[in-house]
């Protein structure tokens, strides 16, 4: 790279003109002579032509002596300087350009490597950067963008240096935040502000650890908005302030395997523990704190590099409410903020399930629901977490529906103001499970009622009842994974599972919305177990019904009738307005059932009450009152928990609680490299460099000044002209000619004497 030169006192290189007063000074000295013809000097003019040209040489040789002493004393009094490859680099054409400064500030750059984190080194590469242009580039256009704001930092129409100390104390007051980087949107703006400045060239500086998933994502290059530009207008240097193999070890989820968690009972938990390093790592402990108190720490087993290794483990909570997870692990790395993964859980003393008994009957086994109630709230002393009421299909229009976690509507005839409770109930999160039998007829109501605008049915009742010939029965078969289907026997495989003599005809939904979880084994392969999202809800349905009348299950040796009911109503049952975990970054987003809260709530943030809570903004659905709305909160830029105040229309004021992680891409610290951001820039001029190598130093360290030089040079050059001023001057001396020529004669004469 060529070498970035200037001056500190550009102004007084004019000094450079009084290299023209020793000319002047020679012209006017020279003598004028008049002629006069004399034949005793005829000798000496003839001596004189012979001296001439010897002459006029060191009168020259004289006069760019002087001239070179006065040219080197203005170059010192306007100390001359140059600068690295580096500087000629990031200053580009000499052309007035919109320089534009673009910092990262996402969570990855709180990476700690040494005495000081990433975004330390970013900042005060900024702080030199910014000097060498107030230097450099003096008189263009500044501004600083950050990745994560909207507004610029600042900007300066037309920067200098002296409001250089303003511009570095507005960088030094920066401050990384805990969300990844939106390279997309923040270069998108950055496009537009471009475009806005007309026909003015603009200079882009990106300084970025280039962290891989925020900077080549696979959905599309954050770039592409710059490469919609002139490339004649436009030049991009990129300036990488982090080590590109950075190691991490994070806890990157903590999932429930169910997602209630009933007090007083195991709840399933799966870590995942991501080993972004390029060593293996084992003798781990995973450590679990449930409302501050310590838990047994968990062994973690070996984990190679770059793998993502689950751990289980049970957690049982003791008492209903909510109750703070906290799991991690000893990272023994420079980014602490994602060893901690934090989830709140919801727990509830007992899941309430309604069985709506379309077919009672004095005998227990004849009974519709004898099995159900008999499977998910066993008699005798064991516990299965759920407390079951048996109602009459009448008595649903007067009963409040929303006290229900899950409705078991089996085989019962349908109503208009029935089907308008349920719809609501679904509508506002409830989980229901309707199951055919010889009560639902021709299926002509449950068509009309819940299918159709309602939206409650899967799929459509054909009205055709399908029976096995003879003896023959038709069997189960799984269709995917599903926990509602998971511990059923899959007949076509085991050769053992449930046997089914008579099933209703139900053509599954044309739009895809139903997903199939069994079918039976008949020629047509009809659905028997269907399920779809309705609303806030969801909704199963059974083609066949859960007692003996049709159908073997409920005495099946295997258990899975009770494992598969137990399992249905933790499917569909609602998890409750808040997710168990939320990721920083995106606003934080509730989703409230009309018919449960009032649709209002205010958010605090981890810094409350330094910062003041916030309303949530209500989002209402288009498909109803009925339908649920979203409650939008302030941007998680923070980690910890957030508390969310709720209303809720049985209970009061509500207060609950949100925990906010790292998302998991932002663990992965990888960086791009310079070729594929490179690719993403397509024909725009750029450069990449690496900033903790080529930026040491501030502007004054990394100019190197002449004057010490100029200095000496100065000091040669009168020394010279007055040594040969003396030599030309001295009476009856040897001309220069004479001496080189004597001399020369002296070594050819030596030479031959040694031979």
């Known amino acids: 790279m060529l070498l970035a030169s200037g001056f500190v006192h550009p102004a007084l290189l004019s000094g450079l003109a009084l290299v023209a007063l020793p000319i002047v000074i020679h012209l006017l000295s020279r003598r004028q002579f008049r002629r006069m013809d004399w034949a005793a000097t005829y000798f000496l003019l003839q001596a004189e032509r012979e001296n001439r040209r010897r002459t006029r040489f060191e009168q020259w040789l004289l006069l760019a002596l002087r001239c070179l002493a006065v040219a080197l004393l203005a170059l010192l009094v306007a100390r001359p300087f140059v600068q690295p490859g580096l500087i000629a680099t990031l200053l580009g054409e000499e052309a007035a350009a919109e320089r534009i400064v673009v910092i990262d500030d996402s969570a990855s750059l709180t990476h700690q490597d040494g005495a000081g984190t ?43 240096s002296t409001r250089l100390e303003e511009v570095r104390a507005a960088v030094r007051g920066l401050e990384p935040v805990l969300v990844p980087a939106d390279p997309q949107r923040a270069l998108g703006r950055l496009a537009g502000r471009i475009s806005g400045e007309g026909g003015r060239r603009a200079e882009v500086y990106l300084l970025s650890d280039f962290q891989r998933s925020d900077w080549t994502p696979p959905d599309g290059s954050p770039l592409a908005a710059l490469t919609a530009l002139d490339p004649d207008r436009l030049r991009v240097t990129l300036m990488a302030v982090a080590d590109p193999l950075r190691a991490n070890v994070a806890v990157t989820s903590v999932r429930p395997d169910r997602p209630q968690a009933l007090a007083g009972f195991p709840a399933v ?101 004898h099995f159900l109630r008999s499977a998910l709230a066993p008699p005798g002393a064991a516990n299965s977490g759920m407390q079951v009421e048996v109602l009459a299909p009448g008595e649903l229009a007067a009963t409040p529906l929303q006290r229900f976690d899950a409705i078991l509507y089996c085989n019962a005839a349908v109503d208009p103001t029935i089907a308008a409770a349920l719809r609501r109930y679904v509508y506002g999160g409830g989980g229901l499970v309707l199951v055919l039998g010889d009560q639902v007829g021709d299926g002509a109501d449950w068509n009309r009622l819940l299918g159709g605008e309602a939206g409650l049915l899967p799929g459509r009742i054909t009205g055709r009842v399908v029976r096995a010939e003879r003896d023959a029965r038709f069997g189960l078969v799984r269709v995917g994974e599903d926990p509602i289907t998971a511990m059923l026997p899959d007949v076509e495989t085991t050769g053992r599972g449930v046997r089914v003599q008579r099933f209703v005809e139900v053509q599954s939904d044309e739009t895809g919305a139903a997903q199939v979880l069994a079918r039976f084994t008949d020629a047509s392969r009809a659905p028997a177990i269907l399920r779809h999202e309705v609303g ?30 137990l399992e249905l109503v933790h499917a569909v049952a609602p998890q409750g307005p808040l997710a168990p975990a939320y990721v920083s970054g995106p606003p934080l987003e509730v989703t409230l059932s009309p018919a449960r809260y009032e649709l209002r709530g205010t958010f605090r943030t981890p810094s409350y009450p330094e910062q003041p809570a916030v309303a949530g903004r209500v989002v209402e659905s288009d498909a109803g009152t009925d339908a649920p709305a979203r409650l939008v909160g302030p ?53 990449y460099l690496r900033a903790e190598d080529s930026l040491a130093g501030g502007v004054e360290e990394s100019r190197r000044e002449l004057w010490p030089s100029v200095l000496v040079l100065l000091f040669l050059t009168l020394l010279a002209e007055q040594t040969l001023a003396w030599w030309f001057g001295r009476h009856g001396r040897a001309t220069l000619s004479e001496t080189l020529a004597s001399g020369w004669g002296r070594l050819r004469g030596a030479g031959r004497r040694a031979a």
Do not use: C
Not at 279 to 299: D, H, K, S
Not at 539 to 565: C, H, I, K, Q
């Open 269 to 369: 938990y799966r870590a995942e523990v991501a080993n972004r390093t390029a060593r293996p790592i084992e003798g781990r402990l995973l450590t679990r704190t449930l409302n501050e108190a310590a838990l047994t720490p968990v062994p973690v087993e070996r984990i190679e590099p770059g793998e993502t290794r689950v751990v289980s483990f049970e957690v049982t909570i003791p008492e209903p409410g909510p109750a703070t997870l906290q799991v991690g692990i000893d990272g023994r790395d420079g980014l602490p903020v994602d060893d901690v993964f934090m989830l709140v859980a919801d727990v509830k003393p007992a899941l309430r399930v309604a069985l709506v008994n379309g077919e009672p009957a004095t005998r227990p086994v004849e009974d519709e629901t």
């Open 635 to 687: 941007a998680a830029r923070q980690l910890g928990l957030y508390t969310l105040e709720l209303e809720s229309r049985s209970a009061g004021v509500e207060t609950r609680q949100l925990a906010v992680n790292l998302p998991p891409a932002e663990t992965d610290l990888a960086a791009a490299t310079a070729e594929e951001l490179g690719r993403q820039l397509g024909g725009i001029e750029h450069a």
């Open 118 to 160: 990433d975004f330390a080194a970013l900042r005060a590469a900024a702080e030199r950067l910014v000097g060498w242009l107030a230097e450099g580039a003096a008189g263009d256009g500044l501004t600083i963008l950050r990745t994560s704001a909207e507004e610029p930092v600042l900007s300066v129409p037309a920067f200098s």
């Open 536 to 565: 806030a809800g969801q909704v199963v349905l059974f083609t066949t019904p859960l007692d003996l009348e049709w159908n073997d299950w409920p005495r099946a040796v295997d258990g899975s009738y009770v494992v598969t009911m």
